[in-house]
């Protein structure tokens, strides 16, 4: 289809540039690509005008499409809205499931699995489109999908460690071994869990360092935010302090941290002291423990020993440090 200009002639755009110039040189490249874009943008505008009829044949010809090149693109226009579609739904579903979720546990579980079923559905939606594609085109799929089973036994002896990996990462998720923000220790790293797949587990440590370890090489998962956690405290007293006097500066500071704002939030059960844990070099070890929140038993700690400080220099209570003390007899 040609382009008319306001004389009622059938010419291109590309044409009217070569009578406008006098001459039949080449246009430039960028000149004649703008002019191309131009063309195709009037077709379309012909198109879709109100009133205009046309059928397929004069579209498909138009834009020199054939009718196979025009189902390949419906085909991948539909894979893509129904990867949006999906998506779409998984995240309504995702928020939902959150809304009745009664622990952050069940909300990292949930954001867990909702990333999983999001990479499962764009993968299969891929592979199908493709089939569906390569069909069009007369390429039969009946011999790929056998030669696919044959060459899936071969990787399989070949990849038993990529099998693994997957077949490790579906009953983590599974059983809820590990979720997204769960505080854990794996293959001698610990971290948070920042992302989980069937075929990875990606931690971040403390210092920033990002891990990447493959589900087939974990064998034990040290889970440090299931539930809830328990911050543990030993603290060093003299061994001429009483030691009735520390277990009640103890308690008391418990006390005080349940009734403060925000830290009391973190505690779920009053200070618990356990008593003497061991008779040291220069002290006595006193060990005691909080029931905290998830992930919250760092800070909890770090507080609790700020606070005994002060409340042991309050109370006149030594905390023994290493020292060395000279005595001199005699002349």
Known sequence: ?????????S?????????????????KGEVQLCLDIRDVMFKIARFFHKGTRMSSNAFLHAFNLSDEVLRVLLIFLFAWLLIRSSRRLIGMLTNFLNS????AEENRRIDTLSRVFRYIATVVITLVAGMLALSQFGISIAPILGAAGVVGIAVGFGAQSLVKDYFTGFFLLLENQIRKGDLVEVCGKQ?????????????RDYDGHVHYIPNGQISLVTNQSCDFAFALIEVGVSYQANLDQVFAVLHEVGRNMQAEEPISRSLLEPLEVQGVQAFADSSITIRCRFKTVALEQGPVRRLFLKRVKEAFDQHGIEIPYPHLTLQRWGD
Not at 11 to 27: C, D, F, G, H, Y
Request: glycine letters at 10%; aromatic letters at 4%; charged letters at 30%.
């Open 191 to 203: 971290g948070l869990v920042e992302d989980i797949t069937l075929r990875y587990v990606r931690l």
């Open 1 to 9: 289809m040609n382009n008319k200009g306001r004389g009622g002639s």
């Open 11 to 27: 010419r291109s755009a590309l044409e009217w540039v070569r009578i406008l110039t006098k001459n039949n040189a080449p246009v």
């Open 100 to 103: 009745r979720a009664k622990t």
